[in-house]
Nanobody
């Protein structure tokens, strides 16, 4: 089992910034070998991919956050981050950390991000 715990969400005004963290624990053979992802789910919408970082540090983002969000990782802390700048009301959602280990997807409990206009 792998446990993922997100933190760092909150209420922020449009144009503001937040940094989300996701700490991994449990049956982790090697965190630095794991690809880590962020997803989000807005009210009434399907969960969508936001960003990913590979074990080698290669990143990719959904078009709507490119240039505003940055995903990074600290392998010594088994933690992945999502720095969110220039936030918009449409970024309001529950943000989830995710990874795939073997054939199993693991998800955190989510952290709420609310951006007021």
């Amino acid at each position: 089992q792998v446990q993922l715990v997100e933190s760092g969400g909150g209420l922020v005004q449009a144009g503001g910034s937040l940094r989300l963290s996701c700490a991994a624990s449990g049956n982790i053979f090697s965190f630095n070998g794991m690809n880590m992802n962020w997803y989000r789910q807005a009210p009434g919408k399907q969960r969508e991919f936001v960003a990913t970082i590979s074990s080698g540090g290669i990143t990719n983002y959904v078009d709507s956050v490119k240039g505003r969000f940055t995903i990074s990782r600290d392998n010594a802390k088994n933690t992945v981050y999502l720095q969110m700048n220039s936030l918009k009301p449409e970024d309001t959602a529950v943000y989830y950390c995710n990874t795939l280990v073997g054939w199993s997807h693991y998800w955190g409990q989510g952290t709420q991000v609310t951006v007021s206009s």
